[in-house]
């Protein structure tokens, strides 16, 4: 504690907190212009440091951009009051950089570089070699949708993930494998089926044959694998209970075990990543705490909500993932790029996941693909066919790590 840093403000949130998390100083000045430094940004990186960094005092102070004198005058306010101040170099607009160089020719500034991507720090102080060290900094999903504006709300599904059920997902994936596209088209008749016929009190489901057709495979092969309390096959219909409610939940909706799958080998110990979220839903407006169902006069109230089905950290970089066990667009790529380009900015991945080979699931392949590529987005397709350490490995290479 003690120290004063200052940060060229960016437009990228995570150029703007590297110092804050890995130095966690006294003071953090950020000098930027008014078409960038806005309410709502400061507004975000503030909350964000009540949770990181609750001690440090965050200042702005606005400059025009087409002032260099003014950002020159700034600069020597700032290492007069501040000798001992560092600069951090990452980010900023040029007329701040242009300043700084001109004001670091007559003085013995401090400067470093936090590499956002790699976590490596470069130390350029004056009269030194440049230093290169690795930083350990590192926020969770939910602080990084703060700091991007938002609020990490509570997933539709309350996963947890007990060994147990870790050994469960991979069985149940194991059956998804085998049944490879029948699986999406059967669970879909077993969704159906469950609504028009719920379980009884005691979670017993009576089917009949007639409605599931030949989705009543689904739950021999569940029932082989251990997946039922009990099961038996009438004449007409089919009696059974599953083994709990989380293989329930999985059972009777189409999608959630490519989720599952996804975040259950990303995240077995020991792991590159350090945070993840299976189902993320995000308020948009970041007051989710708050929210009532209308306005004061009567009106309702508009919430932007976004699901995610999975989103990794690895250190203070964010991957968001989209999971398709069945067909996927265009539209599915526009929506994954939409989320992730607000809540992660330029150094978030962005990954659609597909249970099935791309070829047999699109229409228009060689445009799709051509269109995710433009689009920065990362295809992992065929993943029925893929072995947990061949996955890991596509999703370790997207991270860089």
Request: proline share 4%.
């Amino acid at each position: 504690m003690g120290d004063v840093f200052v940060e060229f403000f960016s437009d990228e949130a995570l150029e703007n907190i590297m110092v804050l998390l890995q130095y966690k100083p006294e003071r953090i000045i950020y000098l930027g212009h008014k078409h960038n430094m806005i309410t709502k940004k400061m507004k975000s990186l503030r909350k964000f440091a009540g949770i990181t960094s609750p001690d440090t005092v965050l200042e702005f102070i606005e400059v025009p951009r087409d002032s260099l004198d003014l950002c020159i005058q700034t600069i020597d306010d700032i290492c007069d009051e501040y000798p001992d101040a560092r600069f951090e170099l990452t980010g900023g607009g040029e007329m701040f950089l242009i300043a700084f160089g001109y004001v670091s020719a007559s003085r013995n500034t401090r400067t470093l570089r936090i590499d956002p991507y790699t976590g490596t720090e470069m130390d350029f102080s004056e009269g030194k070699a440049p230093v290169s060290t690795k930083t350990g900094v590192q926020i969770s999903v939910a602080e990084n949708i703060v700091l991007h504006g938002g609020v990490l709300r509570a997933p539709m599904n309350n996963w947890r993930f007990t060994e147990q059920f870790r050994e469960e997902i991979r069985t149940i994936w194991g059956v998804a494998c085998e049944l490879r596209h029948n699986w999406n088209k059967h669970l879909a008749v077993i969704e159906e089926v469950v609504k028009n016929y719920p379980a009884d009190e005691d979670g017993v489901y009576r089917l009949p044959k007639a409605a599931l057709r030949d989705a009543v495979q689904i739950l021999q092969r569940l029932n082989e694998a251990g997946m039922m309390n009990f099961c038996r096959f009438e004449h007409s219909r089919v009696v059974f209970r599953f083994k709990s409610k989380q293989i329930r939940e999985i059972v009777t909706k189409t999608g959630n075990i490519l989720e599952l799958h996804v975040y259950e080998v990303a995240t077995r110990p020991p792991t590159e990543f350090t945070d993840a979220v299976v189902g993320a839903v995000i308020d948009w407006d970041g007051e989710a705490e708050i929210a009532t169902d209308a306005y004061p006069d009567g009106r309702p109230r508009s919430e932007t909500i976004n699901e995610i089905d999975v989103i990794l950290m690895r250190s203070a970089v964010p991957t968001f993932i989209s999971c398709k066990s069945g067909r996927a667009d265009s539209k599915a790529l526009h929506e994954l790029e939409t989320v992730t380009s607000r809540f992660g900015g330029r150094y978030a991945k962005k990954v659609l996941v597909m249970a099935t080979p791309c070829d047999a699931s699109t229409s228009g392949t060689s445009f799709f693909k051509q269109r995710a590529k433009d689009m920065h987005i990362w295809v992992i397709d065929d993943v029925y066919s893929m072995t947990d350490a061949q996955f890991l490995r596509k999703l370790q290479r997207i991270q860089g790590a």
